[in-house]
């Protein structure tokens, strides 16, 4: 588990080996509290709970309304777009503009990213579009609304790193994600990004917040004025600040990721590109 | 008198409607939520315009009573100078969203229309302090004071309707 403060969604679901267990909810109060998150933690005592432990449903629910806000951030951020425009050059470098590709979002939630780009025809239509998340709740919904507005895309609630599942040929993938390395703890890093080495994906592009307090700020307004649930609230203002600085994922990713160029499109520190509020490492094969 | 009334009236009811869109906004996470959108258009733009109905009533029986009209237009005024730079930069930001190529569209967002959903209460609220000070009417200020509470409470309550469904299955 990553070191200093936590987010409250991390927390609230545990499953090992496609098997969900309980969660106590005193231990999830407990260690907030440990980490000095006293609001949290408050957050974490008033959801509903049977026996001791969180209810299930309770915490499907939250998670389906919590991701659904993120659905709705994500469009005011522009991401779909932001995403089909990076993979379009990634392809087209890559010597894929004629080929079948696949773009796979790892930790795609409700898949809204994916869904847009089907719905919008972001992309051309030789690029399939796979999503994956290890929570099947949050996979069920991102099925059940593809099946309503964008039949052609594909979610699975499985590891998509793993071997032989949703990477069948790596040199034809292009790897995504958006919002989703915050979670990842540093010294995890370059783990996560050897997975795309091991897998011989021809390129991948991972776009997360860029950290600094004008992010810090942005994410405050954008989760008071937007966000409902305490949850949410918490959880976005906690991921800006927890996001890893640009040099930390690009010394990660150059560890991990062998065999491949990378870049991290960000301005500095106190100057942000205004534009790029979630900006991508990339990574291109060789 | 007319013309600032009418001014009001419309400004309260674009509110109404965009409190009514907020509320609905982050509700299912479909790609395509025009349908979503209207619903929560017409339901803000319904429910302010029945939580005035109280302010407008005072306002009326006052005026029809021997009230002073020229505190209503002063009021009417100083709430107006206040709010309209800020309804201005609001509808330019939404104009904006909606125009911009999407690499700049984000900047509406990021500039105007999330900082300014945060100031909305105080902006309305100081509105309110004026106009009710610069009408100098005790009538006028608890009139102006129940519409503004009415246009703050359009999306509290329409959230509280979702909530209540939600939980109603």
């Given at each position: 588990m990553r070191e200093g403060p936590l987010e409250i969604t991390d927390l609230l679901w545990h499953a090992e080996d496609g098997i969900r267990s309980p969660v106590r909810q005193a231990d999830v109060v407990r260690l907030l509290r440990e980490r000095g998150q006293r609001r949290a933690a408050r957050i974490v005592a008033a959801l509903p709970s049977s026996g001791g432990d969180l209810d299930q449903d309770a915490v499907d629910a939250l998670g389906l309304r919590v991701h659904r806000e993120l659905s709705r951030l994500g469009e005011e951020l522009q991401l779909a777009h932001r995403v089909a425009a990076t993979v379009e050059q990634l392809i087209a470098r890559r010597g894929l503009a004629e080929r079948p590709v696949r773009l796979l979002d790892v930790g795609?939630?409700?898949?809204h990213v994916l869904r847009t780009i089907a719905v919008h025809r972001l992309?051309?239509?030789h690029v399939e579009l796979v999503g994956a998340d290890l929570n099947p709740v949050l996979i069920a919904e991102a099925e059940h609304l593809a099946a309503r507005e964008a039949p052609g895309v594909r979610f699975a609630a499985?590891?998509?790193?793993?071997?032989?599942?949703?990477?069948?040929?790596g040199s034809e993938t292009v790897v995504v994600s958006t919002?989703?390395?915050?979670?990842?703890?540093p010294e995890e890093l370059a783990t996560f990004f050897s997975a795309h080495t091991a897998l011989g994906v021809a390129a991948f592009a991972h776009w997360d917040i860029a950290p600094c307090r004008w992010s810090t700020l942005g994410a405050w307004v954008f989760h008071r004025a937007r966000m409902r649930e305490a949850v949410s609230r918490h959880d976005g203002v906690l991921s800006a600040r927890r996001a890893h600085a640009g040099a930390t994922l690009l010394r990660a990713a150059v560890e991990g990721a062998d065999g491949y160029d990378i870049t991290v499109d960000e301005g500095g520190r106190?100057?942000?590109?205004?534009?790029?509020v979630l900006r991508p490492i990339v990574g291109i094969r060789r | 008198m007319i013309a600032v009334f009418i001014t009001l009236s419309v400004l309260a009811c674009l509110d109404g409607a965009f409190s009514g869109f907020r509320s609905s906004l982050?509700?299912?996470?479909?790609?395509?939520h025009t349908a979503d959108d209207r619903r929560g258009l017409r339901a803000g733009a319904v429910l302010v315009g029945l939580l005035l109905l109280p302010a407008t009533v005072i306002a009326a029986i006052d005026l029809a009573t021997g009230g002073d009209a020229a505190a209503y237009q002063r009021a009417g005024t100083a709430f107006l100078l206040v709010i309209g730079p800020y309804a201005l930069l609001v509808v330019l930001a939404l104009a904006g969203y909606r125009a911009l190529h999407w690499r700049l569209r984000y900047l509406a967002s990021a500039l105007i229309l999330g900082p300014f959903t945060l100031l909305r209460p105080c902006v309305v609220i100081i509105a309110a302090i004026v106009g009710a000070s610069r009408g100098g009417d005790p009538v006028v200020g608890v009139s102006g004071g129940l519409a503004c509470a009415a246009v703050l409470a359009v999306e509290p309550l329409l959230d509280r309707r979702w909530a209540r469904d939600r939980a109603g299955g």
């Amino acid at each position: 588990m990553r070191e200093g403060p936590l987010e409250i969604t991390d927390l609230l679901w545990h499953a090992e080996d496609g098997i969900r267990s309980p969660v106590r909810q005193a231990d999830v109060v407990r260690l907030l509290r440990e980490r000095g998150q006293r609001r949290a933690a408050r957050i974490v005592a008033a959801l509903p709970s049977s026996g001791g432990d969180l209810d299930q449903d309770a915490v499907d629910a939250l998670g389906l309304r919590v991701h659904r806000e993120l659905s709705r951030l994500g469009e005011e951020l522009q991401l779909a777009h932001r995403v089909a425009a990076t993979v379009e050059q990634l392809i087209a470098r890559r010597g894929l503009a004629e080929r079948p590709v696949r773009l796979l979002d790892v930790g795609c939630g409700l898949g809204h990213v994916l869904r847009t780009i089907a719905v919008h025809r972001l992309l051309p239509a030789h690029v399939e579009l796979v999503g994956a998340d290890l929570n099947p709740v949050l996979i069920a919904e991102a099925e059940h609304l593809a099946a309503r507005e964008a039949p052609g895309v594909r979610f699975a609630a499985v590891d998509a790193f793993e071997p032989g599942t949703l990477v069948t040929d790596g040199s034809e993938t292009v790897v995504v994600s958006t919002g989703v390395l915050h979670h990842v703890a540093p010294e995890e890093l370059a783990t996560f990004f050897s997975a795309h080495t091991a897998l011989g994906v021809a390129a991948f592009a991972h776009w997360d917040i860029a950290p600094c307090r004008w992010s810090t700020l942005g994410a405050w307004v954008f989760h008071r004025a937007r966000m409902r649930e305490a949850v949410s609230r918490h959880d976005g203002v906690l991921s800006a600040r927890r996001a890893h600085a640009g040099a930390t994922l690009l010394r990660a990713a150059v560890e991990g990721a062998d065999g491949y160029d990378i870049t991290v499109d960000e301005g500095g520190r106190w100057h942000p590109r205004a534009l790029d509020v979630l900006r991508p490492i990339v990574g291109i094969r060789r | 008198m007319i013309a600032v009334f009418i001014t009001l009236s419309v400004l309260a009811c674009l509110d109404g409607a965009f409190s009514g869109f907020r509320s609905s906004l982050g509700r299912s996470a479909l790609v395509d939520h025009t349908a979503d959108d209207r619903r929560g258009l017409r339901a803000g733009a319904v429910l302010v315009g029945l939580l005035l109905l109280p302010a407008t009533v005072i306002a009326a029986i006052d005026l029809a009573t021997g009230g002073d009209a020229a505190a209503y237009q002063r009021a009417g005024t100083a709430f107006l100078l206040v709010i309209g730079p800020y309804a201005l930069l609001v509808v330019l930001a939404l104009a904006g969203y909606r125009a911009l190529h999407w690499r700049l569209r984000y900047l509406a967002s990021a500039l105007i229309l999330g900082p300014f959903t945060l100031l909305r209460p105080c902006v309305v609220i100081i509105a309110a302090i004026v106009g009710a000070s610069r009408g100098g009417d005790p009538v006028v200020g608890v009139s102006g004071g129940l519409a503004c509470a009415a246009v703050l409470a359009v999306e509290p309550l329409l959230d509280r309707r979702w909530a209540r469904d939600r939980a109603g299955g």
